[in-house]
């Protein structure tokens, strides 16, 4: 199974708050798990990745929990902003010679952050 | 990091004609390049993988006849719709492997309407 699993679908938040997006993945032999944001009418862009040898990774505001023994991942938003509101999507892939590969994304999750 | 622009960003055609992608790699060499395509609300699914110098991969259930992609340099990979229906409407995005660290970066998308 190559399914990567995001909840939840829709989040609201106030200004100020934590928002936190959870995934599973069932593939074992997944290696690398990105987190990325949308907003409309784009394209997505990166904005923070895991590999399975660590379990936190924080970038600013933003914070990847790993659990590797429970195939989950989350994405944390610390102090979440109006600008924040954005879709994200998880997702998971094998890499191969040092590149990513092709992405197995979750369904998303539509964040609003209100003021 | 590593850019890659898409064009167009929008186009509207007539239902019969056809339409072509443009992905092209900015400021570094892909030879291999993905494209996407994702309905609205929905996540991304990648329709196949294009190789620099050979006939691209397709995902199950995509049709390599419709969906027409040449890898024809280092820099270019564009996606060809050919005799376009309503059904065909969508965002189609692509992405690159890119930078030092080979992350996956995404073009800004082309939302395709069919008439």
């Known amino acids: 199974q190559q399914q990567v699993k995001q909840s939840p679908q829709s989040l609201i938040v106030q200004k100020g708050g934590i928002s936190i997006i959870n995934c599973a993945y069932e593939n074992t032999a997944f290696d690398y798990f990105p987190w990325y944001q949308q907003f409309p009418g784009k394209g997505p862009a990166l904005l923070i990745a895991i590999r399975p040898d660590v379990s936190e990774k924080k970038e600013g505001r933003f914070t990847i929990s790993f659990n590797k023994s429970a195939k989950q991942f989350s994405l944390h938003i610390m102090d979440s902003q109006p600008g924040d509101s954005a879709t994200y999507f998880c997702a998971a892939s094998f890499s191969y010679g040092g590149s990513q590969g092709n992405l197995i994304f979750g369904k998303g999750t539509k964040l609003s952050v209100k003021p | 990091g590593a850019v890659v622009s898409q064009h167009p960003s929008w186009v509207i055609c007539k239902s019969g004609t056809s339409v072509k992608i443009e992905c092209r790699s900015l400021d570094f060499q892909a030879t291999t390049m993905f494209w996407y395509r994702q309905f609205p609300k929905q996540s991304l699914m990648l329709m196949a993988t294009s190789n620099e110098g050979s006939k691209a991969t397709y995902e199950q259930g995509v049709e390599k006849d419709k969906f027409l992609i040449n890898h024809a340099s280092l820099t270019l990979s564009t996606l060809t719709v050919t005799s376009a229906h309503p059904e065909d409407s969508s965002f189609y995005i692509c992405?690159?492997?890119?930078?030092?660290?080979?992350?996956?970066?995404f073009g800004s998308g082309t939302q395709l309407s069919v008439l």
């Open positions: 992405s690159a492997p890119g930078g030092s660290n080979e992350k996956l970066f």
